[in-house]
């Protein structure tokens, strides 16, 4: 462990910390950061920049070549699902199913007496979903391009709709979640046992509670931001009004991953982007058929790439900054640091899990990856639990089920920064009004925790 290091890096956290608070280009700020530290490990010894196989022979290249890698796989991974919702989202905006589907949607939805009581039942619906759509970041825009604009125009303020959705995912349930297998196999039981057992058992009171939760400070929130919750009158974008049977185009790709997964028809797999795709082939046939007019509908698909565009520019460079800012921290030896620390801490089963539960939470929401932070810890939870005698798979599910709250009220979490872009509000903001959610949801967690299973 280097001091020194851990010096840098603290003082590294604060020098960015302020500047994004002083609305500094996250981008920027990110980078920078970034750099500095794991230039920083190199020079002081405790990190290489790239492995011998992967260095370009020089380390100030090298620093760089991360970035050029980094750029490389989230726009070939994560960036390209986050780029087709948008796009798909733009497309949808731009032919009128948006709007035709909030018409739809308004009337029946406010029989229920308050937006607000909608908007946190999104909540419960998102997490649902995220069952069946494992992404948190995939999750979130799918549900930008159809929840979110109902939620705005019932008369709710665009901050609070993105602060739901953004943490629709933040228990990482179901075995199709990656975190999720790594638990199970850790503990040595099955995906679905894991999920059905001791998840599951778990998340409902959790659900209950941030669900709770997300009324009260969404409704606090924008009163006090002075929001007039007001309905919202869409402007009309078109010269006609898009056709009534429009409603559906927005949903088509959500039903398509809710219908062909593990659960439902497992003899066929379909990912975000094929689904995206299957819906933009479906929308331009129903333009085809009510519009005529071939040259003008072919014409009117370059909005899609539009929003692709849009959404590499402000989201997936955003999610890059914050990947070598995460990179960074764990080159220099900050995320190891806790670890050890974690592992020489002498307290009993039900203290070492809230300990763990703090310690994992913190690195998930400085690293802004519930994944990454699981990963480092797990491979701790056979020892801890056999020293302090308490059952493996608990302690996992505690660390895992935590990991995925604190990532989503992290201002550097995709999940959250891909919503809050397309909105166009400031990351901070939303994960300053996830904060007591989520901080429910944490204390919930462990209760119940304790009680079912300690």
């Known amino acids: 462990m280097s001091f020194l290091g851990i010096a840098i890096a603290i003082l590294v956290l604060l020098g960015a910390g302020g500047m994004i608070f002083k609305k500094y280009k996250a981008q920027a700020v990110f980078l920078g950061a970034g750099l500095i530290m794991i230039i920083a490990a190199h020079l002081l010894g405790i990190t290489p920049i790239l492995s011998e196989e992967k260095s370009t022979g020089f380390w100030l290249i090298d620093a760089f070549d991360v970035i050029r890698s980094s750029l490389s796989s989230t726009a070939s991974g994560l960036g390209m699902i986050i780029m087709s919702v948008g796009g798909y989202a733009t497309y949808m905006d731009h032919i009128g199913a948006g ?10 939805l406010k029989k229920l007496g308050s937006p607000y009581i909608v908007l946190a039942l999104a909540y419960t619906v998102g997490q649902i979903l995220n069952i069946f759509i494992p992404s948190a970041a995939g999750l979130a825009i799918l549900l930008m391009a159809t929840i979110y604009p109902v939620l705005v125009s019932l008369g709710v303020s665009p901050i609070a709709a993105v602060s739901v959705i953004t943490t629709t995912a933040c228990l990482d349930l179901g075995p199709a979640s990656g975190a999720s297998n790594i638990a199970s196999e850790t503990a040595g039981i099955s995906a679905m046992n894991y999920f059905v057992k ?12 941030i669900t709770i939760a997300h009324y ?28 009534a049977v429009y409603a559906v185009l927005p949903l088509i790709p959500l039903l398509l991953l809710l219908v062909f997964n593990e659960f439902v028809i497992s003899t ?66 900050l ?27 913190a690195t998930a929401f400085v690293t802004g990856s519930g994944n990454a932070a699981f990963v480092s810890f797990a491979a701790l939870a056979p020892v801890i639990s056999e020293s302090f005698h308490v059952d493996v798979v608990v302690l996992l599910m505690a660390m895992q089920l935590a990991a995925g709250i604190a990532r989503s009220f992290s201002p550097v979490a995709s999940c959250v920064i891909a919503p809050s872009a397309y909105a166009d509000v400031p990351a901070l903001d939303v994960a300053r009004r996830n904060l007591i959610p989520m ?12 009680v079912l299973f300690l």
């Open 99 to 108: 709007e035709a589907m909030v018409k739809i949607c308004i009337n029946p």
């Open 216 to 243: 009260f400070i969404q409704k606090y929130a924008d009163k006090k931001m002075n929001f007039i919750s007001v309905e919202k009158v869409m402007e009309e974008k078109r010269k006609e009004k898009a056709p």
């Open 439 to 450: 901080i429910a949801g944490i204390v919930v967690l462990v209760i119940a925790d304790f």
């Open 335 to 361: 995320i190891d640091a806790i670890i050890n620390h974690a592992q020489n801490l002498g307290f009993g089963a039900a203290p070492m899990t809230v300990i763990m539960v703090a310690i994992i939470s």
């Open 268 to 333: 066929i797999s379909i990912d975000v982007i094929t689904a995206m795709l299957i819906g933009l082939f479906v929308s331009i046939l129903f333009e085809i058929a009510v519009k005529r007019n071939v040259r003008e509908v072919f014409k009117g698909m370059q909005s899609y790439f539009d929003g692709m565009g849009k959404q590499f520019a402000t989201v997936i460079t955003l999610i890059v900054a914050a990947g070598l800012f995460a990179k960074g921290l764990q080159s220099i030896g």
């Open 198 to 209: 001791y998840q599951m058992m778990v998340a409902i009171p959790v659900i209950i509670v």
